[in-house]
Structure formats: structure tokens, C-alpha cells
């Protein structure tokens, strides 16, 4: 069997095998869903055994599969960190046990930078700039300015995370140069649906007709929040315009049912290019520090076209 295994091209070995111990965070949104799914395809196909953890949104969690997986002596440690602080002690374990690891999505702010070896994912910084810009743009939204004031709620993401920090500080940084747009109301519904709607409700409640944009750091939050503006009387995508991040399908057929006015892509495919990493990394290979993923934009008049390629 062995000699019959060893002549199929690309087969391996069990015996021969990269063990790779990935933490993910949790199953909170559609766009993780993908994630989870790229990342077990991907390592299935290139024949990497996968040890995966799913960390519920906690840190505790990860922290503890982090060890496990240095107790077993994996060849890699690749996480999504749920937050960026707290990393150190245990990734002094894993630099100690002479673990390499890979950040995958999420970054992690540590002193020690020779904690991480490559960090893989998008650059949230940008995609909040991206749906600022789109907005500021948005013809509607320049009518309203022209009057007066635009008035803007954020749902963020999980707090202490770095596409919550970032998206924050990207969207921020567009509408400074805004003197008439503001944000009146900014709270984390943890990029959960049911906590997206729940927030939404509250901001509703608190704010009423003077909302005009929402701002959701993701789709899932929107897709809550738009429930919950139905469930007000209102029309989510005209009496409120919104834009969120991921470009997941939901948004796309949110954008299509006119409910959604745009959403900034965030890509969830990583899994074959942490495999290619992990690869590199196990043969030696120097590997880049950091890899930015392509992405998007995408306004509600390009989703019907756009629907049918959509692959998440
Ligand atoms: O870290 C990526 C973010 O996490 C996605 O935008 C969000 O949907 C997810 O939960």
C-alpha cells in the first residue's frame, strides 16, 4: 500500500504529513462560516493534517488551544485572534517550544514582534476607509449634506478586535475632512446578527427618524439592523441608507431585495494561501512578513450582476 500511496502524484504520507493547529474564532458570522470552510478544504487538498479549534469568541479559549497544540508538538500554529491584546505569555510558550506561527486574518499587538512570523488577511484600515468614501460619494447621502447634517450610527464589531479598531479608525479618518457628517451613536454588536438587531434597536429607540446612515462593521450586524429598522416602520436602504463590510451573500441579496445600499468586500478564502505558507515555512522557506488580501467594493446597483459570482 505504502509503495502504491508513494506513486500517486501529491499523495502523502500520513506518517510524512504537516500537522498544522489552527484556532479559529468562533462560527459568529457567514463570513466565518467561509473562512472555517476555506481553511478545511484547503488543507485537506494539500494533504496538511488540520487540528482545528473553535474558540466561541473567547479568548481563554484560544489561549488554551494554543497550548494544546504546542503539548502535541504540531509543525505550525496558525490563529484568528479574537482580540489584539493578551498574546504574549503564550506565544513565548509556542517561540520557546520553537513553534512558528501564522496570524491569519486578525493581527495581534504585541511588544516582541518576533513573536508572529506572517501575518495573512485584509487590511481592515482600508476597507473602513473604503465604505467612507463610498458614502461621502453616494449622491442621496451628498443631497442630504447639501441641507445639512448626515447623521451616522455604528454598530462595531467585538470589542478589542482588530477589524472593529481598524474599520473604526478608517471610516473616522475619511470623515474628519466631513464637517457635516457625524456619528451620533457607536456600539459593538459583537458582528452577531442577533446582537446587530438588538443594537439597532436601541440606537432606534434612542434616535428615531434622525438616523440617516448606518454603518455596520459587518454584513451580519446589518443584515440584524435592518430587521429591526422593518420592524420600526422604517425602509431600510431609503429612509436608511447603510453600508457594511465582508461582501458576503447575504448582503448581496439584501442589496438586490434594495434593503442594503453597499457592502466593502473583506475576503474569506484563505485557505490556500495559508496552505502555500505552511508549506513554505515548514520547507525553510523565508515567507512574507505580511499579505494583504485583494478586495472590492461593491454599491447595490452592481449586485444582481455581481450575485452569480459570488462564491461566499
Ligand atoms: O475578522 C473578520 C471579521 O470577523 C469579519 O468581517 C466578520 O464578519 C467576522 O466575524
Not at 462560527?27 to 484547503?42: D, F, G, L, P, V
Not at 468614501?133 to 448626515?150: M, S
Request: with cysteine; net charge neutral; charged share 25%.
Amino acid at each position: 500500500v505504502l509503495v502504491f500511496l508513494a506513486l500517486i502524484p501529491g499523495a502523502v504520507l500520513a506518517k510524512d504529513s504537516i500537522v498544522l493547529g489552527f484556532s479559529q474564532v468562533g462560527a459568529e458570522s457567514e463570513w466565518r462560516t467561509a473562512n472555517t470552510q476555506s481553511i478545511k478544504e484547503a488543507a485537506t487538498q494539500e494533504g496538511i493534517t488540520l487540528k482545528f479549534s473553535d474558540a466561541q469568541q473567547k479568548q481563554e479559549n484560544q489561549i488554551k488551544a494554543i497550548r494544546s497544540f504546542i503539548a502535541q508538538r504540531v509543525n505550525v500554529i496558525a490563529f484568528s485572534p479574537v482580540v489584539e491584546t493578551g498574546w504574549e505569555p503564550v506565544l513565548r510558550e509556542a517561540k520557546a517550544a520553537r513553534i512558528p506561527v501564522i496570524l491569519t486574518d486578525r493581527a495581534v499587538s504585541v511588544k516582541d514582534e518576533s513573536l508572529w512570523l506572517s501575518f495573512l488577511g485584509s487590511d481592515f484600515v482600508e476597507e473602513g476607509r473604503r465604505a467612507a468614501k463610498w458614502l461621502v460619494g453616494y449622491a442621496p447621502i451628498q443631497e442630504l449634506a447639501a441641507k445639512g447634517e448626515v447623521n451616522i450610527v455604528e454598530l462595531q464589531g467585538t470589542v478589542g478586535s482588530a477589524p472593529a479598531i481598524d474599520r473604526k479608525k478608517g471610516f473616522e479618518e475619511v470623515l474628519k475632512d466631513q464637517p457635516k457628517f457625524k456619528i451620533i451613536r457607536s456600539q459593538t454588536g459583537d458582528f452577531t446578527r442577533a446582537k446587530g438587531k438588538e443594537v439597532m434597536e436601541a440606537f432606534l429607540k434612542a434616535e428615531g427618524k434622525k438616523i440617516n446612515v448606518l454603518y455596520a462593521h459587518n454584513d451580519d450586524m446589518a443584515i440584524g439592523a435592518i430587521q429591526a429598522i422593518e420592524e420600526a416602520g422604517l425602509k431600510p436602504g431609503k429612509d436608511v441608507i447603510i453600508v457594511s463590510i465582508d461582501a458576503v451573500k447575504g448582503a448581496f441579496e439584501a442589496m438586490i431585495a434594495g434593503k442594503l445600499n453597499c457592502t466593502v468586500e473583506c475576503n474569506p478564502q484563505l485557505g490556500p494561501q495559508l496552505m502555500r505558507l505552511v508549506k513554505d515555512v515548514v520547507a525553510g522557506k523565508q515567507v512574507p512578513r505580511r499579505i494583504v488580501t485583494q478586495e472590492s467594493v461593491f454599491p447595490q446597483e452592481s449586485a444582481a450582476r455581481e450575485f452569480p459570482n459570488r462564491k461566499y
